[in-house]
C-alpha cells in the first residue's frame, strides 16, 4: 500500500508565529526540528497501519525545511522550490491515501498563520467552492482518485478539512488562540495522538471518497490590491473581473488550474508598491 504525505509548517505542533517558518528568523532551526518530527510520527503511524511505501513531499516556502537526515529511514523525500505542482508534486494515481499534516486554514479564517499560499491572496474558489491550500490539493488528489484520508494541523485546518470531506480523519495538534498564537499539546503527546491517527486513517480510508474537482473548473483568485491583480492577469487566458481584484482563468482540468493559480501567484509577487 502506497501512501502520501504532504507535510506543511504552520500547523505543525508547537509552532505559533513566523519565527518558527520563515529561514530568515531566529526560531526557524526549532522549527524545522518540530516538522520533521511531526512528519515522521505520521510516517510510523501509516507503517504500523499497513503502508508498505511513504513518499514524503515537503510543501512549504521553498520546500527545503524537512530535515533528511531526521527523516524516518522507510520513508522517500521530495524536497526542493520549483516544482510542477507544488505542495502535491509526486501525487499520482499509484497512491491508496493522502495525508495533509502542518496544514493551516486558508485565507481569512480563525487559525494560526492562516493564509491561501500567499499574503497576496484574499479569497480562492474553484467554480462556486471557496477554498484554500486543504481544497486545491485534496482536488489534485481527487483527480488522481485518491481520497484525503487524514488532515492534522491546528484546529482550524481540521475543520475546514472535515467540512470539505466527509470522513476525513482529523488530528489537531494545537488551539489557535489567535493567527499568531497558539495552545499545543507538547510534541510527545501530539505524535502519539498523530501515530494513532495515521493507522486509523488507513483503517478507516475505504469510508473516504476522492474529493473529485469539476470538469472544466473556473478558478478565482481575489488579491489584496490592484496591482497583484494586474500582474496575475499578465497569465495568457486570464482577466480581471470589473469592479474589482478578482482575477479568472478557465482551465480544461484542475491540473490546469492549479498550473495557473501557481503563476498567478508568483506574478503577483512581482508587486513592489503595497
Known amino acids: 500500500m502506497n501512501i502520501y504525505l504532504s507535510v506543511d509548517m504552520e500547523g505543525i505542533t508547537g509552532i505559533p508565529d513566523y519565527t518558527f517558518v520563515d529561514s530568515t ?3 526557524y532551526e526549532i522549527g524545522r526540528s518540530l516538522m520533521t518530527g ?5 510516517i510510523e503511524g501509516a507503517l504500523a497501519g ?8 515537503d510543501s ?28 502535491v508534486e509526486g501525487l499520482d ?12 486554514s486558508r485565507a481569512g479564517q480563525p487559525g494560526v498563520m492562516s493564509h491561501s499560499m500567499i499574503h497576496a491572496v484574499r479569497n480562492m474558489w474553484i467554480d462556486e467552492q471557496e477554498i484554500g491550500e486543504i481544497g486545491l490539493n485534496a482536488y489534485i488528489a481527487g483527480y488522481h482518485g485518491v481520497p484525503v484520508i487524514m488532515v492534522a494541523g491546528d484546529d482550524g485546518a481540521c475543520r475546514e478539512a472535515e467540512e470539505l470531506i466527509p470522513g476525513v480523519v482529523t488530528a ?3 488551539k489557535s488562540l489567535t493567527r499568531s498564537a497558539v495552545r499545543s499539546l ?7 495522538l498523530l501515530k494513532e491517527k495515521a493507522a486509523e486513517a488507513i ?11 469539476p470538469d472544466n473548473p473556473v478558478l478565482r483568485i481575489e488579491f489584496t490590491n490592484y496591482g497583484q491583480a494586474e500582474w496575475a492577469a499578465f497569465m495568457p487566458g486570464c482577466e480581471i473581473e470589473p469592479g474589482s481584484t478578482v482575477v479568472r482563468f478557465e482551465a480544461k482540468d484542475i491540473l490546469e488550474a492549479y498550473s495557473a493559480m501557481l503563476v498567478m501567484i508568483e506574478l503577483a509577487l512581482q508587486t513592489t508598491y503595497r
Open 60 to 87: 512549504h516556502s521553498k520546500m527545503n525545511n524537512l530535515l533528511p537526515e531526521k527523516l524516518h529511514p522507510e520513508a522517500e523525500l521530495i524536497n526542493g522550490g520549483v516544482k510542477l505542482y507544488s505542495m
Open 25 to 27: 528568523q531566529h526560531n
Open 203 to 213: 483503517a478507516n480510508r475505504g469510508n473516504v471518497k476522492p474529493l473529485t474537482p
Open 93 to 104: 494515481n499509484t497512491y491508496e491515501g493522502a495525508i495533509f499534516t502542518g496544514y493551516h
Open 50 to 57: 499497513g503502508a508498505e511505501h511513504v513518499l514524503v513531499n
Open 172 to 174: 489537531a495538534v494545537k
Open 186 to 192: 507538547s510534541p510527545q503527546k501530539a505524535h502519539e
Open 38 to 42: 511531526d512528519a515522521n510520527a505520521v
